[in-house]
């Protein structure tokens, strides 16, 4: 079976988005801060398996249904695995994290490592990534020294993603057609590389109003048959956004990777993370992201970022109380607040007193 066909969830149709864009573009690394591509490397050949963005040195932020089957193993490395029809798993390779790739045959010294630690969202249904809560990190093995991707909620602000004309942009090196091959090259050192797209490409991706996304991917599942088969199925606008309206879009080999607005004075900002959506590029059904900003408390509480700091509350003067009267002053109730998020990883504890490994380079992910 083609390997990018088991990162599809549902049938056929339903599928999720891991892959380039479609009717996309070429695009240049230094307008992605910290773009990234997860990868298994298995024997002499590394896979392209899904997007992701550097957001601190030893994280990377990418979509739960990407590593829900990685497992982490005695030597301090997660490895990928596949999961046959009768429900058994086989290991599949080592997974990687290769950033700052343009062209994934180039591969500049100090860009790829290995991952030492993966949390998935506590509230993501194996899966079931159409049920929201799509959101993974993963702990590099090393550091990562070059740019890092701004998230909204946390590190930067996207601001109206509805305003007219926002520039609205998805990465990718998924497939450049619902029906388009993969293609193969070799890297530097001879290890052959396989992707939908070996080429970063980029496409323009308007967001949908969630009121019409409901009812356009309703019509849509309608028509492939599937209302038995996803039953009640709602786009949640708080957690979820919607984008696309046909023409250009996220495609197999997507998933994971970064939804951005750019503004002409600043970086660009996260905005949302390829979750999933009905094929790819068809016209009145959109693309389903992740709204970055309703998981920054998650991804802080994990990563330690720190949240941006809450805005001053005005002070109200005192009012001077007529003689003979007094103020009695109200004690604020105490403000409770609820412990971070459990970690969940499929699997994997989490992170208690863990003695990290060694560094290890990209091309030492060997199995």
Known sequence: MNRYLKLAVG??????????????????????????????????????????????PEW?????????????????????????DNGQMTRFGTLAVAAGLG???????????????IVIHPGY???????????ALLRIAGSWDGP?????????????????????????????????QGQEGVARGGRHVRAPSLILQEGYVPVVDTGVCNSQIRDRINEAGLAAAYPGLVIDGVTQLCAGIGGSDACQGDSGGPLVIRKSSSSPVQAGVVSWGMGCAREESPGVYMRVSAFAPWVSAVTGLALPAA?????????????????????????????????????????????????????????
Request: aromatic share 4%; net charge negative; with cysteine.
């Open 103 to 117: 062209d994934l045959t180039v591969v500049p010294k100090d860009t790829v490592f290995a991952v030492r630690r």
């Open 148 to 180: 890092l991707m701004p998230l909204d909620g946390l590190t930067a602000s996207a601001g109206d993603l509805m305003q007219p004309y926002a520039d609205i942009v998805a990465a990718g090196y998924g497939k450049l057609g619902e029906t388009a």
């Open 11 to 56: 049938t056929a149709i339903l599928a999720t988005l891991s892959g380039c864009m479609v009717a996309g573009r070429d695009a240049d690394i230094a307008d992605w801060p910290g773009m990234a591509s997860v990868q298994t490397v298995s024997g002499s050949t590394i896979y392209h398996e899904c997007g992701a963005t550097m957001i601190a």
């Open 125 to 135: 249904r194996r899966g079931a990534p159409e049920q929201g809560n799509d959101i």
């Open 60 to 84: 990377a932020l990418t979509a739960a249904h990407c590593v829900e089957n990685a497992r982490m193993e005695a030597n301090g490395r997660a490895a990928q695995y596949l999961e046959g």
């Open 311 to 367: 805005p001053p509350v005005a002070e109200v003067p005192s009012a001077t109380p007529p003689a003979g009267e007094t103020v009695e002053e109200e004690t604020a109730p105490a403000v409770q607040t609820d412990p971070p998020a459990a970690e969940q990883a499929s699997g994997i504890p989490p992170e208690t007193g863990e003695t990290p490994p060694a560094e290890e380079s990209a091309q030492d992910t060997g199995n």
